[in-house]
Protein backbone atom coordinates (compact mmCIF):
# COMPACT_ATOMS: atom_id res chain seq x y z
CA UNK A 1 0.00 0.00 0.00
CA UNK A 2 1.22 3.20 -1.12
CA UNK A 3 1.21 6.28 0.99
CA UNK A 4 0.86 10.01 -0.88
CA UNK A 5 0.88 13.21 1.79
CA UNK A 6 1.24 16.49 0.42
CA UNK A 7 1.56 20.23 2.25
CA UNK A 8 1.56 23.04 0.33
CA UNK A 9 1.92 26.58 1.79
CA UNK A 10 1.03 29.40 -0.98
CA UNK A 11 3.36 32.16 -0.69
CA UNK A 12 2.33 35.11 1.40
CA UNK A 13 3.96 38.44 1.81
CA UNK A 14 3.54 41.57 4.03
CA UNK A 15 5.10 44.83 3.06
CA UNK A 16 5.34 47.80 4.86
CA UNK A 17 5.84 51.36 3.65
CA UNK A 18 5.58 50.32 -0.24
CA UNK A 19 2.60 50.48 -1.63
CA UNK A 20 4.37 49.15 -4.78
CA UNK A 21 3.99 45.31 -4.18
CA UNK A 22 7.34 43.58 -5.89
CA UNK A 23 10.19 45.95 -5.22
CA UNK A 24 11.25 48.30 -2.48
CA UNK A 25 12.16 51.81 -3.66
CA UNK A 26 14.92 53.71 -2.39
CA UNK A 27 13.90 56.69 -4.16
CA UNK A 28 10.29 57.01 -2.00
CA UNK A 29 10.16 59.61 0.68
CA UNK A 30 9.06 56.59 3.51
CA UNK A 31 11.25 56.06 6.22
CA UNK A 32 10.91 52.65 6.49
CA UNK A 33 9.94 50.07 4.19
CA UNK A 34 9.69 46.05 4.97
CA UNK A 35 8.64 43.07 2.49
CA UNK A 36 8.30 39.50 3.12
CA UNK A 37 7.37 36.45 1.80
CA UNK A 38 7.96 32.61 2.56
CA UNK A 39 6.67 29.20 0.60
CA UNK A 40 6.84 25.68 1.61
CA UNK A 41 6.20 22.40 -0.22
CA UNK A 42 6.01 18.84 1.14
CA UNK A 43 5.29 15.67 -0.47
CA UNK A 44 5.91 11.99 -0.48
CA UNK A 45 4.75 8.92 -2.03
CA UNK A 46 5.85 8.54 -5.78
CA UNK A 47 7.44 11.89 -5.79
CA UNK A 48 9.29 12.75 -2.13
CA UNK A 49 9.83 16.76 -2.51
CA UNK A 50 10.55 19.69 0.18
CA UNK A 51 11.19 23.29 -0.78
CA UNK A 52 11.47 25.78 1.27
CA UNK A 53 11.88 29.68 -0.22
CA UNK A 54 11.93 32.97 1.88
CA UNK A 55 12.73 36.27 1.51
CA UNK A 56 13.31 39.92 3.51
CA UNK A 57 13.74 42.81 1.61
CA UNK A 58 13.83 45.82 3.82
CA UNK A 59 15.10 49.92 3.48
CA UNK A 60 15.56 52.30 6.16
CA UNK A 61 15.62 55.94 5.77
CA UNK A 62 18.72 57.31 7.75
CA UNK A 63 18.41 60.88 6.94
CA UNK A 64 17.24 63.01 4.24
CA UNK A 65 20.50 62.02 2.10
CA UNK A 66 21.25 58.28 3.41
CA UNK A 67 19.12 55.58 2.38
CA UNK A 68 20.59 51.78 3.54
CA UNK A 69 18.46 48.85 1.36
CA UNK A 70 18.61 45.04 1.93
CA UNK A 71 17.42 42.52 -0.03
CA UNK A 72 18.00 38.97 1.55
CA UNK A 73 16.65 35.82 0.05
CA UNK A 74 16.89 31.55 0.38
CA UNK A 75 16.07 28.38 -1.15
CA UNK A 76 16.71 24.96 0.10
CA UNK A 77 15.28 21.97 -2.02
CA UNK A 78 15.33 17.71 -1.47
CA UNK A 79 14.42 15.06 -3.98
CA UNK A 80 13.89 11.70 -2.36
CA UNK A 81 15.83 12.83 0.72
CA UNK A 82 18.79 13.96 -1.16
CA UNK A 83 19.52 17.46 -1.27
CA UNK A 84 19.22 20.04 -4.33
CA UNK A 85 19.36 23.81 -3.23
CA UNK A 86 20.51 24.66 -0.23
CA UNK A 87 21.35 28.29 -1.38
CA UNK A 88 21.43 32.36 0.40
CA UNK A 89 21.45 35.91 -1.25
CA UNK A 90 22.26 38.92 0.25
CA UNK A 91 22.32 42.32 -1.22
CA UNK A 92 22.87 45.33 0.40
CA UNK A 93 22.89 49.28 -0.55
CA UNK A 94 23.93 52.21 0.80
CA UNK A 95 22.29 55.29 -1.45
CA UNK A 96 23.36 59.30 -0.77
CA UNK A 97 20.92 61.77 -1.93
CA UNK A 98 18.96 58.73 -3.89
CA UNK A 99 16.17 61.39 -4.56
CA UNK A 100 18.16 62.73 -6.68
CA UNK A 101 18.23 62.31 -10.34
CA UNK A 102 22.40 60.64 -10.40
CA UNK A 103 23.39 59.73 -7.07
CA UNK A 104 26.23 56.99 -5.81
CA UNK A 105 26.18 54.40 -3.65
CA UNK A 106 27.69 51.62 -2.26
CA UNK A 107 26.99 47.83 -2.48
CA UNK A 108 28.22 44.54 -1.23
CA UNK A 109 26.58 41.35 -1.93
CA UNK A 110 26.72 37.33 -0.05
CA UNK A 111 25.61 34.64 -1.11
CA UNK A 112 26.28 30.91 -1.71
CA UNK A 113 24.86 28.22 -4.59
CA UNK A 114 24.27 24.54 -3.80
CA UNK A 115 24.26 23.14 -7.29
CA UNK A 116 26.72 25.70 -8.98
CA UNK A 117 29.38 24.44 -6.01
CA UNK A 118 29.21 27.94 -5.02
CA UNK A 119 30.49 27.56 -0.86
CA UNK A 120 30.67 31.52 -0.54
CA UNK A 121 30.78 33.89 -2.51
CA UNK A 122 31.40 38.19 -1.72
CA UNK A 123 31.75 41.05 -3.39
CA UNK A 124 31.61 44.84 -2.80
CA UNK A 125 31.99 48.32 -4.26
CA UNK A 126 31.01 51.76 -5.74
CA UNK A 127 28.36 52.57 -8.89
CA UNK A 128 26.22 55.16 -9.60
CA UNK A 129 22.70 55.49 -10.47
CA UNK A 130 20.89 57.45 -12.85
CA UNK A 131 17.04 57.48 -12.89
CA UNK A 132 15.85 59.27 -16.53
CA UNK A 133 11.86 58.86 -15.76
CA UNK A 134 10.53 59.09 -11.67
CA UNK A 135 6.47 59.18 -11.75
CA UNK A 136 3.73 58.02 -9.97
CA UNK A 137 2.83 55.18 -12.96
CA UNK A 138 6.88 54.58 -14.13
CA UNK A 139 10.37 54.42 -13.03
CA UNK A 140 13.32 53.52 -14.81
CA UNK A 141 16.58 53.46 -13.45
CA UNK A 142 20.27 52.84 -15.22
CA UNK A 143 23.27 51.93 -12.92
CA UNK A 144 26.79 50.80 -13.29
CA UNK A 145 29.22 49.88 -11.01
CA UNK A 146 33.06 48.74 -10.62
CA UNK A 147 33.57 45.23 -7.67
CA UNK A 148 36.20 43.38 -6.14
CA UNK A 149 34.97 39.54 -6.11
CA UNK A 150 35.59 36.39 -4.29
CA UNK A 151 34.30 33.08 -4.59
CA UNK A 152 35.13 29.68 -2.93
CA UNK A 153 34.26 26.55 -4.60
CA UNK A 154 34.00 22.93 -3.33
CA UNK A 155 36.08 22.04 -6.61
CA UNK A 156 39.08 22.65 -8.47
CA UNK A 157 37.96 21.97 -12.02
CA UNK A 158 35.69 24.16 -14.38
CA UNK A 159 34.68 24.48 -17.34
CA UNK A 160 37.06 27.34 -18.28
CA UNK A 161 40.37 25.92 -18.15
CA UNK A 162 42.23 29.45 -17.33
CA UNK A 163 40.65 28.89 -13.65
CA UNK A 164 41.40 24.87 -12.89
CA UNK A 165 43.96 24.06 -10.26
CA UNK A 166 42.04 26.16 -7.11
CA UNK A 167 39.00 26.15 -5.55
CA UNK A 168 39.28 30.54 -5.13
CA UNK A 169 38.55 32.85 -7.66
CA UNK A 170 39.15 36.22 -7.49
CA UNK A 171 38.12 38.90 -9.64
CA UNK A 172 37.46 42.95 -10.90
CA UNK A 173 34.17 43.43 -12.52
CA UNK A 174 31.95 45.79 -14.14
CA UNK A 175 28.05 46.23 -13.65
CA UNK A 176 25.63 47.35 -15.92
CA UNK A 177 22.03 47.31 -14.76
CA UNK A 178 18.48 48.40 -15.14
CA UNK A 179 15.19 48.35 -13.32
CA UNK A 180 11.99 49.98 -13.27
CA UNK A 181 8.35 48.96 -13.11
CA UNK A 182 5.27 50.12 -14.90
CA UNK A 183 1.52 50.39 -13.99
CA UNK A 184 -0.79 49.44 -17.17
CA UNK A 185 -4.48 49.19 -18.15
CA UNK A 186 -4.82 52.43 -15.63
CA UNK A 187 -3.38 50.54 -12.56
CA UNK A 188 -5.31 47.81 -13.08
CA UNK A 189 -2.12 45.81 -13.69
CA UNK A 190 1.81 46.42 -12.46
CA UNK A 191 4.96 45.19 -14.67
CA UNK A 192 8.51 45.00 -12.99
CA UNK A 193 11.64 44.36 -14.25
CA UNK A 194 15.40 44.59 -13.54
CA UNK A 195 18.78 42.62 -15.54
CA UNK A 196 22.36 43.20 -15.16
CA UNK A 197 25.57 42.23 -16.91
CA UNK A 198 28.56 41.63 -14.99
CA UNK A 199 32.02 40.71 -16.84
CA UNK A 200 35.16 40.21 -15.22
CA UNK A 201 37.61 42.80 -15.97
CA UNK A 202 40.99 40.22 -16.57
CA UNK A 203 38.67 37.83 -18.71
CA UNK A 204 35.82 38.74 -20.40
CA UNK A 205 34.45 35.68 -21.01
CA UNK A 206 34.06 35.47 -17.05
CA UNK A 207 30.55 37.12 -17.00
CA UNK A 208 27.37 36.62 -15.58
CA UNK A 209 23.96 37.67 -16.59
CA UNK A 210 20.41 37.63 -15.18
CA UNK A 211 17.00 39.04 -15.95
CA UNK A 212 14.15 39.03 -13.51
CA UNK A 213 10.72 39.96 -15.03
CA UNK A 214 7.22 40.17 -13.16
CA UNK A 215 3.07 41.35 -12.75
CA UNK A 216 1.46 42.34 -9.30
CA UNK A 217 -2.93 42.16 -10.08
CA UNK A 218 -4.10 43.30 -7.72
CA UNK A 219 -7.49 41.48 -6.48
CA UNK A 220 -8.78 43.45 -3.06
CA UNK A 221 -7.91 45.72 -0.24
CA UNK A 222 -4.11 45.06 -1.17
CA UNK A 223 -4.41 41.91 -1.63
CA UNK A 224 -2.33 40.86 -5.37
CA UNK A 225 -1.85 37.49 -7.37
CA UNK A 226 2.33 37.84 -8.11
CA UNK A 227 4.31 36.15 -10.58
CA UNK A 228 8.10 36.28 -11.67
CA UNK A 229 10.40 34.81 -13.73
CA UNK A 230 14.69 34.84 -13.48
CA UNK A 231 16.78 33.80 -16.01
CA UNK A 232 19.85 33.34 -14.32
CA UNK A 233 22.98 32.77 -16.67
CA UNK A 234 27.15 32.27 -14.93
CA UNK A 235 29.49 31.27 -17.79
CA UNK A 236 31.89 29.90 -15.82
CA UNK A 237 30.86 27.09 -13.39
CA UNK A 238 32.43 23.90 -11.81
CA UNK A 239 33.02 20.88 -14.77
CA UNK A 240 29.69 19.10 -15.64
CA UNK A 241 27.61 22.03 -14.28
CA UNK A 242 25.13 23.79 -16.06
CA UNK A 243 25.28 27.54 -16.50
CA UNK A 244 21.86 28.51 -16.97
CA UNK A 245 19.07 28.41 -14.57
CA UNK A 246 15.07 29.29 -15.57
CA UNK A 247 12.91 30.16 -12.47
CA UNK A 248 8.77 30.70 -12.29
CA UNK A 249 7.44 31.52 -9.12
CA UNK A 250 3.86 32.93 -8.42
CA UNK A 251 1.64 33.40 -5.15
CA UNK A 252 -0.19 35.86 -3.66
CA UNK A 253 0.88 39.28 -1.99
CA UNK A 254 -0.58 42.03 0.88
CA UNK A 255 0.49 45.26 1.07
CA UNK A 256 0.03 48.00 3.22
CA UNK A 257 1.97 51.57 3.43
CA UNK A 258 2.78 53.47 6.69
CA UNK A 259 4.49 57.01 6.11
Not at 17 to 42: C, H, M, P, R, W
Not at 86 to 100: A, C, H, M, T
Request: hydrophobic share 40%; proline share 3%; aromatic share 16%.
Amino acid sequence: MSVNFSIRATIVAFLIGNAAVAQINESDTLSFQLKTSFTGNYQTGNLTVLTVRSRLDAAVKFSENVVFKTQNSSLYQEFFNNKADNDIFSRNYLYYKPQNKIYPYAIAYVSSNYRRKVDLRYFAGLGLTYQPIKSKNNVLKISANALYEQSDFSVRIFNDAFYNGTPQIKVWRATAFVSGFSWLFERRLRLYYDAFWQPALDKISNYRAQVDIGIDFPIWKGLAFNALYTYSHENVVPINTKTTDNILTFGLSYSQQFK
